[in-house]
């Protein structure tokens, strides 16, 4: 019986060795549904931060307000890495005839 034990240790052992691991480098953003938000007043014109000094293969996506479905929230900016062939477009708000459009941002080519 403990032969079998310490032969099944050993076959164990010697299989974790063998397990490959792949680094996955290009992940692409998370698709989500997309939900048309339109506010019946304009955002507030505060700024919310001040932009950061540039960095190297960087952009920074500026804060911005949230609708939170009686008021505005503040949203802070954050890093998107850059992305060859594409510009960035901030998020923002537009004003239509029925109230202010949420226009979410990203990259386009």
Same mark, same amino acid.
């Given at each position: 019986?403990? !032969? ?43 700024? !919310? ?7 190297? @293969? ?18 802070? @900016? ?20 029925? @109230? ?10």
């Amino acid at each position: 019986m403990l !032969i079998r034990y310490m032969a099944l240790l050993a076959v164990v052992i010697a299989a974790s060795g063998c397990v490959q691991e792949r680094v996955v480098h290009d992940r692409r953003p998370v698709q989500r549904e997309y939900v048309e938000v339109v506010a019946p007043q304009p955002p507030p014109e505060r700024v !919310i931060e001040v932009e950061p000094v540039g960095r190297q @293969g960087y952009v920074w996506s500026r804060g911005y307000w949230r609708w939170d479905g009686g008021r505005y929230v503040a949203v802070h @900016g954050h890093w998107e890495p850059e992305r060859q062939g594409y510009r960035y477009v901030h998020p923002h708000w537009e004003q239509h005839r029925d @109230g202010w459009h949420w226009q979410r941002g990203g990259w386009v080519n």
